[in-house]
């Protein structure tokens, strides 16, 4: 079973920066595509960023691009989403979430893992 624990977020100035973790079972993020999605209330799931088995494979969503960054660790098998400059329009659930395979998409349904997810909120 493939298991994704996020942490790392909560509440913060707009402007701040929060630096979300998420932590994978089994050589999951050296392997495969390991991307970051959010979700408010009311709306669908979006795309924010992943990252594939080669780190230059790293895309963004337009508005976090500049802002946002995406690594991971092999060793801690684990990915990080370092948000700088963040505004009150970020504030929602951020989740991990894991391809079947090294390369990433965009697309919400290609990835068939998920974590539990970890809340965001940014005061104006």
């Known amino acids: 079973q493939v298991h994704l624990v996020e942490s790392g977020g909560g509440l913060v100035q707009a402007g701040g920066s929060v630096r979300l973790s998420c932590a994978a079972s089994g050589r999951t993020v050296a392997r495969y595509c390991m991307g970051w999605f959010r979700q408010t209330p009311g709306k669908e799931r979006e795309f924010v960023s992943a990252i594939g088995w080669s780190l230059s494979d790293k895309i963004y969503t337009d508005s976090v691009k500049g802002r946002f960054t995406i690594s991971k660790d092999n060793a801690k098998n684990t990915v990080y989403l370092q948000m700088n400059g963040l505004k009150p329009e970020d504030t929602a659930v951020y989740y991990c979430?894991?391809?079947?395979?090294?390369?990433?998409?965009?697309?919400?349904?290609?990835?068939?893992?998920w974590g539990q997810g970890t809340q965001v909120t940014v005061n104006s």
């Open positions: 979430a894991r391809r079947d395979v090294p390369f990433c998409s965009y697309s919400t349904g290609e990835y068939p893992y």
